[in-house]
C-alpha cells in the first residue's frame, strides 16, 4: 500500500520559514517526479512545486519562486519543500504528491498525501 505522509506544517509569523517533509513508503519514487499542491479555504486545490527524479530539474509556482525551494533524498523516499519568507496567502493545506503524467503546472499525479496545514498570522 502506497503511503506519502507530510510533516512539518505549523503557525507561523508572516516572513518566517517553515519546512515541509513527505515521506514516501509501499513503493519507490525514485525514477518519478514528486511535489506539492497546496489548497486555501475556499479555494481550488493548485499546483506548487515540483522535482524530477534526479532533482536536475524543479519548477514553481510563478508566486512561490524565490521564496520555496523543493529537494528530495531519493535513498530516503523523502521530498521536501523549504518555504522562506512567508506570506498570509500562504496559508493553505499542503499536499505531497507522486508519480503521474506531466509535469510542472500540469502535471497530474497518481499518489496523493493526507496533507499538513500551513498557517501564516500576518
Known amino acids: 500500500q502506497v503511503q506519502l505522509v507530510e510533516s512539518g506544517g505549523g503557525l507561523v509569523q508572516a516572513g518566517g520559514s517553515l519546512r515541509l517533509s513527505c515521506a514516501a513508503s509501499?513503493?519507490?519514487?525514485?525514477?518519478?517526479?514528486m511535489g506539492w499542491f497546496r489548497q486555501a479555504p475556499g479555494k481550488e486545490r493548485e499546483f506548487v512545486a515540483c522535482?524530477?527524479?534526479?532533482?536536475?530539474?524543479?519548477y514553481y509556482k510563478d508566486s512561490v519562486k524565490g521564496r520555496f525551494t523543493i529537494s528530495r533524498d531519493n535513498a530516503k523516499n523523502t521530498v521536501y519543500l523549504q518555504m522562506n519568507s512567508l506570506k498570509a496567502e500562504d496559508t493553505a493545506v499542503y499536499y505531497c504528491?507522486?508519480?503521474?503524467w506531466g509535469y510542472g503546472s500540469r502535471w497530474e499525479p497518481d499518489y496523493w498525501g493526507q496533507g499538513t496545514q500551513v498557517t501564516v498570522s500576518s
Open positions: 522535482i524530477r527524479w534526479s532533482g536536475e530539474s524543479t
Open positions: 504528491a507522486a508519480a503521474g
Open positions: 509501499g513503493r519507490t519514487f525514485s525514477n518519478y517526479a
